[in-house]
């Protein structure tokens, strides 16, 4: 008999397992040797869906859902993987943009159970499995597959796919993945298959360099976002000497690359997932954007969240706060230890307060750590509700790590209740 009779069950089995949300490293597993294993025993699920596969530092979440909407405008079943999750676990598994039922999740865990026995896989990889099970099993027509952490040893990288997308390199998880940017631009670019396009975001020179040597060793071409010079103006979105315009409802300027990168997709898939510019456009116009990046979350009042937590992050964070007029603009702050140094946190000196969260785990920040850089007043459970009624109109933005959204979530849920 399984050990996974009821959803419960699997969330049990889930919690003891390490996080890297919580415990960092040790809860990694950084090799393909048993995520290879694994499929295979249960049937290579992987190869069973056409997918296109997105890496980068940042924005590529924003264009896996931008992915996943046109897609799904223009009449295609969609999967979509991405993490972490914000509130709960099914997130991080879509279909046609709806989550992962509990009964689905369950059934996966009851028919590998015995392989999960013989092959343990981290929290990721289990993810990761798990994913390409359902998108198999759904049938879908194109998967959009965000990898973890780097890519050229990250789970996602057993997949053959279309394309492939690398829609930035920065300074982030240096640990890991090295710290210059040439050995992270290495991890990214292992993304790159034998004669598979793939697309490139605004890349700085050191990195374009990196990526472009991989490309031509796997005669893959290479395709660069920046030829069609896009540009950001107040939610339009326009390509440079093209009559390329979109009217949109995203805020940070960052977005007219993650939207360049997704033109050039669609461009290049069109042979086999036809999509015409009316529907592109369609899609962008009524797209409402994604959950945390830099995310309205008061439906009257100018607070918003922004899962900002790397430098490149963060420009972009304040390049949009800079196109908000506001009298006083106030920063609600939780990170990660890791996170924690003098060229992050000097960033944060433009907000007139600053206020921070300590999250519960080992890999969370304290607020000394913060305060030998930054000036910061402490918000937690006992006087967040005082705090937030003191903000009336200022410009608000909670950030910091998407692991703080959920608790902003509650908080907000409670304020905007209240009569």
């Known amino acids: 008999m399984s050990r996974f009779q009821s959803i419960e069950d699997v969330w049990k089995y889930l919690d003891s397992i390490p996080m890297f949300s919580k415990v960092g490293l040790t809860a990694s597993n950084f090799g393909l040797e048993n995520i290879i294993r694994f499929c295979k025993e249960i049937g290579n699920p992987h190869s069973q869906f056409k997918s296109i596969h997105v890496a980068g530092t940042n924005g590529k979440g924003s264009t896996c859902y931008l992915l996943e909407a046109v897609y799904g405008k223009a009449g295609y079943k969609t999967g979509m993987f991405t993490s972490p999750h914000l509130i709960k676990y099914n997130e991080r598994f879509r279909i046609s943009g709806v989550e992962a039922a509990d009964q689905s999740l369950l059934e996966f865990f009851q028919e590998v159970d015995m392989v999960l026995e013989k092959i343990p896989l981290t929290y990721f990889e289990i993810s990761t499995a798990l994913a390409f099970w359902v998108f198999a099993k759904e049938k879908v027509d194109i998967a959009i597959i965000e990898t973890g952490l780097g890519g050229r040893l990250d789970s996602t990288n057993i997949i053959h796919p279309e394309l492939s997308i690398i829609?930035?390199?920065?300074?982030?998880?240096?640990?890991?993945?090295?710290?210059?940017?040439?050995?992270?631009?290495?991890?990214?670019?292992?993304?790159?298959?034998?004669?598979?396009?793939?697309?490139?975001?605004?890349?700085?020179?050191?990195?374009?360099?990196?990526?472009?040597?991989?490309?031509?060793?796997?005669?893959?071409?290479?395709?660069?976002?920046?030829?069609?010079?896009?540009?950001?103006?107040?939610?339009?979105?326009?390509?440079?000497?093209?009559?390329?315009?979109?009217?949109?409802?995203?805020?940070?300027?960052?977005?007219?690359?993650?939207?360049?990168?997704?033109?050039?997709?669609?461009?290049?898939?069109?042979?086999?997932?036809?999509?015409?510019?009316?529907?592109?456009?369609?899609?962008?116009?009524?797209?409402?954007?994604?959950?945390?990046?830099?995310?309205?979350?008061?439906p009257n009042k100018k607070w918003y969240f922004s899962g900002s937590h790397n430098e490149q992050a963060i420009d972009a964070m304040l390049e949009a706060v800079e196109h908000i007029s506001s009298t006083k603009k106030v920063l609600i702050l939780s990170m990660m230890k890791d996170k924690v140094n003098q060229d992050i946190l000097s960033k944060f000196k433009a907000f007139d307060k600053i206020y921070f969260y300590e999250q519960e785990g080992e890999r969370s920040a304290k607020i000394t750590d913060v305060q030998k850089f930054i000036k910061a007043d402490w918000v937690d459970e006992n006087n967040h509700k005082m705090i937030l009624n003191e903000l009336k109109?200022?410009?608000?933005?909670?950030?910091?790590?998407?692991?703080?959204?959920?608790?902003?979530?509650?908080?907000?849920?409670?304020?905007?209740?209240?009569p």
């Open 393 to 418: 109109t200022e410009l608000v933005i909670f950030a910091g790590s998407f692991y703080f959204y959920s608790t902003i979530k509650r908080w907000l849920s409670e304020y905007i209740k209240k």
């Open 167 to 298: 829609t930035s390199i920065g300074k982030d998880h240096e640990l890991i993945l090295g710290n210059t940017i040439e050995k992270i631009a290495y991890e990214k670019a292992g993304i790159i298959k034998t004669s598979i396009p793939v697309i490139v975001g605004n890349l700085d020179q050191v990195s374009m360099n990196v990526v472009k040597d991989m490309a031509i060793r796997n005669n893959s071409e290479l395709v660069n976002s920046s030829s069609l010079g896009p540009i950001f103006d107040k939610g339009i979105i326009s390509f440079n000497g093209t009559n390329h315009t979109f009217k949109t409802n995203l805020i940070e300027p960052i977005n007219a690359w993650n939207v360049a990168m997704v033109y050039q997709a669609v461009m290049i898939l069109n042979d086999t997932f036809s999509i015409s510019e009316s529907i592109f456009k369609d899609t962008l116009e009524c797209f409402i954007g994604v959950p945390a990046r830099f995310e309205k979350v008061h």
